[in-house]
């Protein structure tokens, strides 16, 4: 069924407030599930509403949780998420940030007690859109084991970064530390479908290409085919976000790819900057197009986030395809 992005956000924030989630958590959720929708990025998209209403009615998500500051000094803050849906929590966090950088220069904010927080580059827009540069992170359940390992440490923890131009789209980049995202075995594995061999373990540590064993074993950290740099990146990324700011270690959360399971407590952190404050606004806005200018010489190249965006604009004119099951269900 084809449906305008309003529709689909109201529809979406519907089914998710019959799960039990308030209002303003049901729509920003919504909100994002849709925009990643747009941008052509399903595993993140609204195949997530059925495990977001499951968490909810299950009690593995809070739907009443409001996002409150935990802790505040100077340029650094932590949201607790309050057990709920991310969604709330990590826009809370992004507005503190951005609020403090532009006293200050720089911004970190952290989300503790969270929940899946979606495709994590567009939690950082809004910095993009007030000529912030930003940095996004985030934790999840243990998905890859560290170097040289067989069992399941780390989530996939995503790395995001928006860079804002001169009349022009920001360069938006977002990446997983795995091999590929979770989402995409997830995708797989419903459909009946193999993966490629080099993406995930069994849950022996064996290298599998049957989707299903690849969830309910590990997946491979980016380059550990002949690299422990992607899992030395995951590590990293799974301090900022546990232990600095005191969120769960992506091993002590259950897989969101299961009904039943705890209250995950994972982490997200952001990092905003004034460029105002450092190479001075006009500078940094100069010295950027410098760079793309001297990327796009080669051909082929494409600027990060450029696909998204021109997904986003086309489905923003024509609407998204929804299918007709998951609307029944929803509506239920």
Same mark, same amino acid.
């Given at each position: 069924?084809?449906?305008? =992005?309003?529709?689909?956000?109201?529809?979406?924030?519907?089914?998710?407030?019959?799960?039990?989630?308030?209002?303003?958590?049901?729509?920003?959720?919504?909100?994002?599930?849709?925009?990643?929708?747009?941008? *052509?990025? *399903?595993?993140?998209?609204?195949?997530?509403?059925?495990?977001?209403?499951?968490?909810?009615?299950? #009690?593995?998500?809070?739907?009443?949780?409001? /996002? #409150? %500051?935990?802790?505040?000094?100077?340029?650094?803050?932590?949201?607790?998420?309050?057990?709920?849906?991310?969604f709330p929590a990590c826009e809370r966090a992004v507005a503190e940030a951005m609020a403090r950088a532009s006293e200050l220069g720089v911004a970190f904010a952290g989300v503790v007690r969270s929940h899946h927080c979606g495709v994590v580059v567009d939690h950082l827009r809004p910095a993009a859109e007030a000529g912030f540069v930003a940095l996004g992170f985030a934790n999840s359940p243990a998905a890859m084991p560290a170097a040289a390992g067989k069992h399941a440490i780390f989530g996939t923890d995503p790395v995001a970064a928006v860079f804002p131009r001169r009349g022009?789209?920001?360069?938006? %980049?977002?990446?997983? =530390?795995?091999?590929?995202?979770?989402?995409?075995?997830?995708?797989?594995?419903? &459909?009946?479908?193999? %993966? /490629?061999? *080099?993406?995930?373990?069994?849950?022996? #540590?064996? /290298?599998?290409?049957?989707?299903?064993? &690849? =969830?309910?074993?590990?997946?491979? /950290?980016?380059?550990?085919?002949?690299?422990?740099?992607?899992?030395?990146?995951?590590?990293i990324v799974e301090l900022l976000v546990t232990a600095v700011i005191g969120a769960h270690f992506g091993y002590e959360a259950s897989s969101f790819f299961v009904d039943e399971g705890n209250r995950p407590g994972i982490g997200q952190a952001f990092i905003v900057i004034d460029p105002g404050a450092l190479a001075g606004r006009e500078r940094y806005l100069d010295r950027i197009e410098v760079l793309i200018t001297e990327m796009l010489r080669d051909e082929g190249v494409r600027l990060p986030g450029a696909r998204r965006e021109a997904l986003r604009r086309k489905a923003e004119a024509e609407g998204i395809e929804v299918p007709d099951a998951w609307v029944a269900q929803w509506r239920a």
């Open positions: 069924m084809k449906m305008s =992005l309003a529709d689909a956000r109201a529809l979406v924030s519907g089914a998710l407030q019959r799960a039990g989630a308030s209002v303003a958590m049901a729509d920003s959720t919504a909100r994002a599930l849709v925009l990643a929708e747009s941008q *052509g990025l *399903g595993s993140h998209g609204l195949s997530r509403v059925a495990q977001y209403t499951t968490h909810l009615r299950n #009690g593995r998500a809070d739907g009443t949780a409001v /996002p #409150g %500051i935990r802790h505040s000094k100077g340029a650094a803050v932590v949201v607790d998420a309050g057990e709920g849906l991310a022009a789209d920001p360069l938006m %980049i977002d990446l997983s =530390l795995s091999e590929v995202a979770r989402g995409k075995v997830m995708v797989a594995a419903k &459909a009946g479908q193999p %993966i /490629p061999l *080099g993406w995930a373990l069994d849950a022996e #540590g064996r /290298p599998t290409t049957d989707a299903q064993a &690849a =969830l309910s074993g590990s997946m491979l /950290p980016l380059g550990a085919a002949s690299s422990p740099k992607g899992a030395m990146l995951a590590l």
